[in-house]
């Protein structure tokens, strides 16, 4: 009896964090280490950039796995916002540390190595709060500042003009396909600017609460807007309708390439709606601080948050697969993975020849489920999507796909490999 339950102990001890692992949505970052996370941006290149309320501008250029501090010449920490333009030009809006000249806009054109102040057209209290940033397609930069006033560089930022004075600090903005430009206020709501900023119109019909957060526009055109809940327009702006019901302070907006809207929020952490925002779904497992400050996707689907000193990371990528063209599959296929043995992320492809719905999952040696990566209907075409396996142990999985054809006459699939992690 002793030895069976022995047994079971270390069974359960072996088990649980795989267990544990596979329930999380979230995981920490290796840093960065110093002062809230105010604002997230990425580049071309996925190299992500981080901007702290003390300590500046943060880079990884490995997914989050190492940080480095990147201040040169950027006079002032405390940074309000960021953008990046088609270049891989980095700009960030700052508040001056008193006493200094800092403050204002600030470019670097080497990646973070060095910033330049850039501030031409910026006078006054125009430089003590620079919270907004856009970049438009055509390269124009607009920013948005603590009081009230709306700024245009048309020259990479070599100069700036005032082209509007809003209701209220202009704390976000959006920018549609056509070029509507949309800006979110402290106090005022909404704005809507037809004309590349020359005139502003308020939009507020529907929104009852007019401190405007954060704004983001998803691929058919619908506008979110975060004030203590969210609002959305189908009309460019016109109409706002209340989407979410939960009451909070919503920080912050991103939108993966699948169309899925996710929402950070202070004290209540990270939400998602796969339907445009009719339904929403909290996802703080393994978040241990849930007061969201920032929100960025990478091309690849993984959602970064950022909080209190802290940068977290979706375990896996927020885009179930990725569809890849080469034509109708002429049949199911599950191949290996690729690397193998690999250490932490592999790739594993599959094809479909018919629309079907689809699971795929991973197994430990005990048969133990792990890790679900698909659930979903997947339509006719060749599919990848990676599984990272940065917070699981050592050893041999078993990755397994089954299929169920959407119509009667389809045929099921069913096909499990073998895969080593070595770390």
């Known amino acids: 009896m002793n030895r069976f339950i022995c047994f079971i102990t270390l069974f359960i001890i072996f088990l649980f964090p795989f267990l544990s692992n596979a329930q999380n949505f979230w995981q920490h970052t290796s840093g960065p280490d110093g002062g809230d996370i105010i604002c ?9 950039f981080a901007g702290s309320r003390t300590n500046g501008v943060y880079l990884s250029t ?6 480095s501090q990147k201040n040169t010449l ?3 920490p405390y940074i309000r916002s960021l953008a990046i333009n088609s270049n891989g030009h980095i700009f960030v809006g700052t508040n001056p540390v008193y006493g200094t000249s800092g403050g204002g806009i600030y470019r670097s ?16 209290t125009d430089i003590w709060g620079i919270f907004s940033l856009v970049v438009s397609s055509s390269g124009f930069i607009f920013a948005g500042t603590e009081d ?9 930022g070599n100069n700036w003009i005032q082209v509007g004075t809003l209701n209220g600090s202009v704390l976000s903005f959006a920018i549609t396909s056509n070029g509507h430009i949309f800006a979110g206020t402290k106090g005022g709501g909404v704005y809507r600017s037809t004309d590349n900023g020359n005139n502003w119109t308020q939009i507020n019909t529907g929104l009852t609460n007019k401190y405007v957060q954060s704004l983001a526009i998803n ?3 619908q506008i979110f807007a975060g004030t203590n809940v969210v609002y959305r327009s189908t009309d460019n702006g016109n109409i706002w309708t209340q989407v979410s019901l939960e009451p909070t302070y919503i920080t912050s907006f991103a939108i993966n390439s699948s169309g899925h809207i996710f929402y950070g929020a202070n004290a209540a952490g990270v939400y998602r709606s796969t339907d445009n925002g009719n339904n929403w779904t909290q996802l703080n497992k393994g978040l241990t601080n849930t007061a969201v400050l920032s929100l960025v996707i990478s091309p690849n689907g993984y959602i970064f948050a950022g909080v209190d000193g802290k940068v977290f990371r979706s ?16 049949s199911f296929v599950l191949l290996q993975n690729y690397p193998n043995p690999f250490n932490p992320i592999t790739t594993i492809k599959f094809a479909l020849p018919v629309r079907a719905k689809v699971n795929l999952s991973i197994y430990n040696l005990l048969g133990e489920k792990v890790a679900e990566l698909v659930n979903e209907q997947l339509g006719i075409s060749n599919h990848e999507i990676e599984w990272n396996a940065s917070n699981y142990s050592s050893g041999i999985y078993f990755y397994s796909i089954n299929t169920v054809p959407s119509t009667s006459s389809g045929q099921a699939f069913r096909e499990i490999k073998k895969m080593i992690l070595v770390k």
Do not use: C, R
């Not at 997230?40 to 996925?46: P, R, T, Y």
């Not at 490995?62 to 940080?67: K, M, Q």
């Not at 054109?109 to 006054?124: H, R, V």
């Not at 009230?148 to 990479?156: A, C, D, E, G, M």
């Open 148 to 156: 009230y006033k709306v700024f245009l560089s048309t020259n990479n």
């Open 74 to 76: 950027l006079t002032s």
């Open 315 to 330: 375990i896996q990528s927020t885009t179930s697969i990725d569809e890849t063209d080469m034509g109708i599959p002429p």
């Open 219 to 221: 691929s058919i055109g």
């Open 109 to 124: 054109t080497d990646n973070g190595n060095t910033w330049a102040q850039i501030n031409i057209g910026l006078t006054g």
């Open 40 to 48: 997230l941006a990425l580049n071309s290149n996925g190299h992500i």
């Open 62 to 67: 490995d997914n989050g796995n190492n940080w």
